[in-house]
C-alpha cells in the first residue's frame, strides 16, 4: 500500500464550484505540504503544516484553504475554483527539517 | 523570480554515457538542495541531496556537485540508463524556512537505447 495517496486522482469541475482533495500518510510524519505544478513552472508550495496545530501560507495560497484533521490526513480546499486553479496537485509529508519529502502520487484538477 | 532555475527543459542522451542535469539559484540562503525524479502519473521520488558544507555526493550512479561561489549544482549520471527517462526536478531549502522546498521547473531526461 501506498505511504502517501491522494483522493481523487483526477477531477473536472466547473467554475465556481467548491472541491476538496485530500490526502492520508501512513508514514507518521508530523509535516505535511500541498503543491501545485504547472507546465515549465515545476512545483509551487500553497500551505504547510508542520503539525496539527500548525498550518502556515506557502508562496501561493491565495484561492486555497486547508485543514489538518489529524497528523495523518491534510486536505486542501478550493473555495471557487477558477480555471487558472487548473493543474496537477501533489501532497507531500516528512519528518524534518533534514529528512526527504515523501509525495503522493498527485491529483489532476481541470476546471472548466 | 524564479529562485531556482532549470535552464534545460530536456536533454537526450545515449544509453551508458553521462546525463549531466544543470540548476541554478539566486538565493544565497540556500543551504540543503536535492534532486527528484519523476516518471508520468506518479508523486516526484527522493533522488539525491547535499548541504552547502560540501561540494560533493556521490550515491551509485548519481553524483551531485555543489559550486557555492556560482551559484550552481549539477546532477551526474553515470552510466545513463533507459530507465533513468525521467522529469529530474532540482529543490533547495534555507535553515530559517524549514524544510520548504522551493523547485525549479524540471529537465525532461532521454536515454536512448
Known amino acids: 500500500d501506498a505511504d502517501v495517496t491522494q483522493t481523487p486522482r483526477n477531477r473536472i469541475t466547473k467554475t465556481g464550484k467548491r472541491i476538496m482533495l485530500e490526502c492520508s500518510q501512513t508514514k507518521g510524519h508530523d509535516r505535511m505540504y500541498w503543491y501545485r505544478q504547472d507546465p515549465g513552472l515545476g512545483l509551487r508550495l500553497i500551505y504547510y503544516?508542520?503539525?496539527?496545530?500548525?498550518?502556515n501560507k506557502g508562496e501561493i495560497s491565495d484561492g486555497y484553504s486547508v485543514s489538518r484533521q489529524a497528523q495523518a490526513k491534510f486536505s486542501l480546499s478550493l473555495e471557487s475554483a477558477i480555471p487558472n486553479q487548473t493543474a496537477l496537485y501533489f501532497c507531500?509529508?516528512?519528518?524534518?527539517?533534514?529528512?526527504?519529502?515523501?509525495f503522493g502520487p498527485g491529483t489532476r484538477l481541470l476546471v472548466l | 523570480d524564479q529562485q531556482v532555475k532549470q535552464n534545460s527543459p530536456s536533454l537526450s542522451v545515449q544509453e551508458g554515457r553521462i546525463s549531466i542535469l544543470n540548476c541554478d539559484y539566486t538565493?544565497?540562503?540556500?543551504?540543503?538542495f536535492l534532486w527528484y525524479k519523476k516518471y508520468p502519473a506518479e508523486g516526484p521520488t527522493f533522488l539525491i541531496s547535499?548541504?552547502?558544507?560540501?561540494d560533493k555526493n556521490e550515491d551509485g550512479r548519481f553524483t551531485v556537485f555543489l559550486n557555492k561561489s556560482a551559484k550552481h549544482l549539477s546532477l551526474h549520471i553515470v552510466p545513463s540508463q533507459p530507465g533513468d527517462s525521467a522529469v529530474y526536478f532540482c529543490a533547495a531549502s534555507a535553515g530559517e524556512y524549514g524544510n520548504k522546498l522551493v523547485f525549479g521547473a524540471g529537465t525532461i531526461l532521454r536515454v536512448k537505447s
Open positions: 538565493n544565497s540562503m540556500f543551504d540543503y
Open positions: 503544516s508542520f503539525d496539527v496545530k500548525d498550518i
Open positions: 507531500a509529508t516528512s519528518s524534518g527539517r533534514w529528512e526527504t519529502q515523501y
Open positions: 547535499i548541504s552547502s558544507i560540501k
